[in-house]
Antibody, heavy 119, light 107 residues
Framework: QLLLQESGPGLVKPSETLSLMCNVSDASISSTTYYWGWIRQTPGKGLEWLGTVNYSGTSYYTPSLKSRVSISVDPSQNQFSLRLRSVTAADTAVYYC???????????WGQGALVTVSS | DVQMTQSPSSLSVSIGDRVTITCRASQSISKYLNWYQQKPGRAPNLLVYGTFTLQSGVPSRFSGSGSGTDFTLTISSLQPDDLATYYCQQTFTTPYTFGQGTKLEIK
């Protein structure tokens, strides 16, 4: 059974960089069939797609965050990561990693990681 | 960005009801419409992709329909386990966008 697991600090100070890792189990992140993505959820804005990356590092980002966000893949560790620079309180959210299928749907999700931005 | 508008935002339902949730896109998204179910404290769970196709393991009481800009998720006979919030999502073009959600509550 494919599992995705987010990890990283639960508290980040304003203006610093939010970094999360997603570990993928029982599936190869090097598969050419899938992309891997990050989605966040807040009570105010709901579900927001942040970006996706494939095994070779080809990535797509939401324009509203494009200057601050980067997603990378580490095939040797079967992981992919999210970095969000210069965070503010508005970046406080539950962050999910997920797999994007060839049918363009997110079929497996991590359990979510709550990240709070506060000094 | 493609705006996704769901209606209603909440719905009071009874067990056994036929439930219909609608999702409208601000532009044509062909068939690239997905539906997710989310329960409190859990990640969203894919129910339907490509407008019509049921994800493996999803009960057949769920069905999806629509095309272009107007889409529907139908639950033919609501079961207790279906009380949750439902989201539509378009993956026709980036940025992929979600509807604001429809929360099903017991009447």
């Amino acid at each position: 059974q494919l599992l995705l697991q987010e990890s990283g600090p639960g508290l980040v100070k304003p203006s610093e960089t939010l970094s999360l890792m997603c570990n993928v189990s029982d599936a190869s992140i090097s598969s050419t069939t899938y992309y891997w993505g990050w989605i966040r959820q807040t009570p105010g804005k709901g579900l927001e797609w942040l970006g996706t990356v494939n095994y070779s590092g080809t990535s797509y980002y939401t324009p509203s965050l494009k200057s601050r966000v980067s997603i990378s893949v580490d095939p040797s560790q079967n992981q992919f990561s999210l970095r969000l620079r210069s965070v503010t309180a508005a970046d406080t959210a539950v962050y999910y990693c997920a797999r994007l299928t060839g049918d363009a749907a997110f079929d497996y999700w991590g359990q979510g990681a709550l990240v709070t931005v506060s000094s | 960005d493609v705006q996704m508008t769901q209606s209603p935002s909440s719905l009071s339902v009874s067990i056994g009801d036929r439930v219909t949730i609608t999702c409208r896109a601000s532009q044509s998204i062909s068939k690239y419409l997905n539906w997710y179910q989310q329960k409190p404290g859990r990640a969203p769970n894919l129910l339907v992709y490509g407008t019509f196709t049921l994800q493996s393991g999803v009960p057949s009481r769920f069905s999806g329909s629509g095309s272009g800009t107007d889409f529907t998720l139908t639950i033919s006979s609501l079961q207790p386990d279906d009380l949750a919030t439902y989201y539509c999502q378009q993956t026709f073009t980036t940025p992929y966008t979600f509807g604001q959600g429809t929360k099903l509550e017991i009447k």
